[in-house]
C-alpha cells in the first residue's frame, strides 16, 4: 500500500533511539500511523507537533502492517502560534479527540476538512472556540451520528429552536420543549445560522452539546472519555472568560 498528500500530524511519540510513530489525518486515506525514521532529531521534532501540515509518502506492505513515512512540512504549522498559548490548547485539544474519535484506515474526507478550517481559526482568538464546536459537529456528522437541527422533533416547526433532545440528537422548539427543559440540552444560536451572534455562554453550551454526543456514540462504547486535553480545553477557556 502506497499514498502521497497532505496530512496533519495528530501525535507523535518516540521509537527506538531515532525514529518515530506519527499518527497522521490524511484526507483521503484517513487516520494512519506511521513510522518515520529519524522523527526524534532535533531536526524533525518541531515538524511532528500536534497539528502539524506535512505531505507524506507512506509505504507499508500490506494494509494490516505498521507503514512507514517520509514528512515534508507544509507552511509555518503550529509555530505560528507558539505567542498564544490558549490556541495552543485548543489546537490540542483537537488533535485529541480527532485522534480518538476517528477509526484508523478509514476515510472521512469531511473530518479532514473540519480540523483544516479548525486550524485556519485558531489565528482568530475571538472565533476559534466557537469553530471548535462546529469542527466537533462535523466530526459526528463524518462519523455517521449528525445532529438534526432543521425542525423541531415535537412539532415539526423550524422556528424558536433553543434545545436539542440529549436522546436523539434533534432539535426542540420553545414552546414544546419548555416543560422538559431540565433535560433537554441548550442550542446556541451560532449553530443554526451564520448570522447569529455569540452571546455570553454559547460556547460552553455548544461544547456541552458537541462533548455530550461524542460521549454518548464515539468514546463511551470503546469505554474511553473524553480526552483529558478537551477538558483542560475547556478549563483555559473558563479561566479567561471564553465560555
Known sequence: MEFHEEAFVLSARGHGDTGAVVDLLTETHGRHAAYVAGGASRKMKPHLQAGARVIVDYRARTSDHLGSARLEPVGEGPSALFDDSLALTGLSA?????????????????????????????????????????????????????????????????????????????????????????????????????????????????????????????????????????????DKLAEVGRL
Open 94 to 234: 483537537a488533535a485529541a479527540v480527532a485522534q480518538g474519535a476517528l477509526p484508523e484506515r478509514e476515510a472521512h474526507p469531511g473530518a479532514f476538512l473540519a480540523f483544516e478550517a479548525l486550524m485556519g481559526a485558531f489565528a482568530i482568538p475571538e472565533v476559534w472556540p466557537a469553530i471548535f464546536v462546529r469542527f466537533e459537529l462535523g466530526l459526528l456528522e463524518d462519523l455517521g451520528f449528525g445532529l438534526d437541527l432543521s425542525s423541531c422533533a415535537v412539532t415539526g416547526t423550524a422556528d424558536d429552536l433553543v434545545w436539542v433532545s440529549p436522546r436523539t440528537g434533534r432539535a426542540v422548539s420553545s414552546d414544546a420543549g419548555r416543560p422538559y427543559a431540565d433535560k433537554l440540552l441548550r442550542l446556541p444560536p451560532f449553530l443554526l445560522g451564520a448570522q447569529a451572534g455569540l452571546r455570553d455562554g454559547d460556547v460552553r453550551a455548544g461544547l456541552d452539546l458537541t462533548g455530550h454526543f461524542l460521549e454518548q456514540f464515539v468514546f463511551h462504547p470503546h469505554n474511553r472519555p473524553l480526552p483529558p486535553a478537551r477538558v483542560w480545553m475547556m
